[in-house]
């Protein structure tokens, strides 16, 4: 079986990113608190990881996004609501991948 999806990316200028469940649009931060360009690669490819397995978790595993039933005071907060929310959980672990991407860059 074939599928074809369209996913728009855009850089904004943040620290922070999202991923729009239903819409399939992800921004991704382009600002990071380092200067070393290394650790900038790092934090926008985890960024990016993470954001893109909000998409497959959208388009993939068909999870609504009011499962992801937190606020944006939980998110500035980091609270349990946000931190210990499963799909958060998953995103995260996503973005360990990035070492994979950056042994691909030096």
Not at 57 to 71: A, E, F, I, P
Not at 86 to 94: L, P, S, T, V
């Amino acid at each position: 079986k074939d599928w074809l999806f369209e996913l728009k990316v855009k850089g904004i200028k943040s620290l922070g990113s999202s991923y729009y469940f239903g819409h399939n649009e992800m921004e991704v931060g382009l600002y990071c608190s380092s200067r070393v360009k290394k650790e900038r690669r790092a934090y926008f490819i985890q960024s990016f990881l993470h954001e893109f397995r909000h998409f497959v978790q959208d388009n993939l595993d068909m999870v609504s996004g009011k499962k992801l039933d937190y606020t944006e005071k939980d998110i500035q907060a980091v609270n349990e609501k946000y931190w210990d929310n499963k799909y958060e959980i998953e995103a995260r672990e996503w973005e360990k991948y990035a070492n994979s991407f950056l042994m691909l860059l030096d």
